[in-house]
């Protein structure tokens, strides 16, 4: 009976320990457009909901960041409430998948083109200086279709569904300016999405996403300067600046 007893306590204590561990995040939103629903949103990785935050979505990127504990890979955004027990409950408007390992995320938000329910998608993105580092540009493709980038003495492309980080920009002015023109493939033929100057700065990280409007069917990209970079310049050291990392999007 004993031996049974200790059997039982092996399987079960290893089940309890993973599914009550956790770790604390800190974590940054951003809405590439608004979808229908709320802007003030509860944020919570906790079944329990003992540990949450209250934000404003936003289109702005800053460097404020909030900080919850998580019992799991998963963090839901939604509208807080209770359920039929009346104990509160969450209504999710998105779910963010984490990695299993990290601690510092942007949640960049696209609206899922649903009128209720998760009304966003949500791209969970490492926010710390080792994987984007200071100085350097993320290129997110978030559209269907192929897009090519000419960035100073860059060229690239970047298939649908996936991320590139450069960390330093051949042919850029001293000052850091260099032209750039990204097109994007419509069968055979290559059309225009964005051209002008885009600038290289050490303490400030370049994030730029293309997307296709649920409404419109149109693509836009949009780019964003990050100073969180400046308050993680003690880390920076941890980054190799011309590193260029390619990955792929969760479906």
């Given at each position: 009976?004993?031996?049974?007893?200790?059997?039982?306590?092996?399987?079960?204590?290893?089940?309890?320990?993973?599914?009550?561990?956790?770790?604390?995040?800190?974590?940054?939103?951003?809405?590439?457009?608004?979808?229908?629903?709320?802007?003030?949103?509860?944020?919570?990785?906790?079944?329990?909901?003992?540990?949450?935050?209250?934000i404003g979505l936003t289109r702005r990127l800053d460097s404020s960041q909030n900080q919850i504990s998580v019992t799991g890979?998963?963090?839901?955004?939604?509208?807080?409430?209770?359920?039929?027990?009346?104990?509160?409950?969450?209504?999710?408007?998105?779910?963010?998948?984490?990695?299993?390992?990290?601690?510092?995320?942007?949640?960049?938000?696209?609206?899922?083109?649903?009128?209720?329910?998760?009304?966003?998608?949500?791209?969970?993105?490492?926010?710390?200086?080792?994987?984007?580092?200071?100085?350097?540009?993320?290129?997110?493709?978030?559209?269907?279709?192929?897009?090519?980038?000419?960035?100073?003495?860059?060229?690239?492309?970047?298939?649908?569904?996936?991320?590139?980080?450069?960390?330093?920009?051949?042919?850029?002015?001293?000052?850091?300016?260099?032209?750039?023109?990204?097109?994007?493939?419509?069968?055979?033929?290559?059309?225009?999405?964005?051209?002008?100057?885009?600038?290289?700065?050490?303490?400030?990280?370049?994030?730029?996403?293309?997307?296709?409007?649920?409404?419109?069917?149109?693509?836009?990209?949009?780019?964003?300067?990050?100073?969180l970079a400046r308050a993680n310049e003690p880390r920076a050291a941890e980054a190799k600046a011309n590193d260029a990392r390619?990955?792929?999007?969760?479906?």
């Amino acid at each position: 009976m004993k031996f049974i007893l200790c059997l039982l306590l092996a399987t079960v204590v290893p089940w309890f320990a993973a599914e009550t561990s956790g770790r604390t995040i800190r974590f940054r939103t951003l809405c590439f457009e608004f979808a229908a629903g709320e802007r003030e949103v509860t944020v919570s990785g906790d079944p329990t909901l003992a540990s949450k935050a209250t934000i404003g979505l936003t289109r702005r990127l800053d460097s404020s960041q909030n900080q919850i504990s998580v019992t799991g890979e998963q963090v839901v955004l939604g509208k807080l409430g209770t359920n039929g027990a009346g104990k509160p409950a969450m209504e999710a408007m998105a779910v963010a998948k984490l990695p299993v390992s990290g601690s510092e995320f942007l949640f960049l938000l696209v609206p899922s083109g649903k009128d209720s329910g998760e009304v966003y998608r949500c791209l969970v993105l490492p926010d710390d200086t080792a994987n984007f580092p200071a100085g350097g540009f993320r290129l997110i493709n978030m559209s269907p279709a192929k897009l090519r980038f000419a960035m100073g003495d860059e060229r690239l492309e970047l298939l649908p569904g996936t991320i590139k980080v450069l960390g330093h920009i051949s042919g850029a002015a001293e000052d850091g300016r260099f032209a750039y023109v990204v097109q994007y493939q419509d069968g055979e033929v290559w059309n225009r999405l964005s051209t002008g100057f885009w600038t290289r700065r050490d303490s400030i990280r370049s994030l730029q996403v293309a997307f296709r409007d649920p409404l419109t069917q149109r693509l836009v990209m949009r780019g964003y300067d990050d100073t969180l970079a400046r308050a993680n310049e003690p880390r920076a050291a941890e980054a190799k600046a011309n590193d260029a990392r390619s990955t792929r999007l969760p479906p």
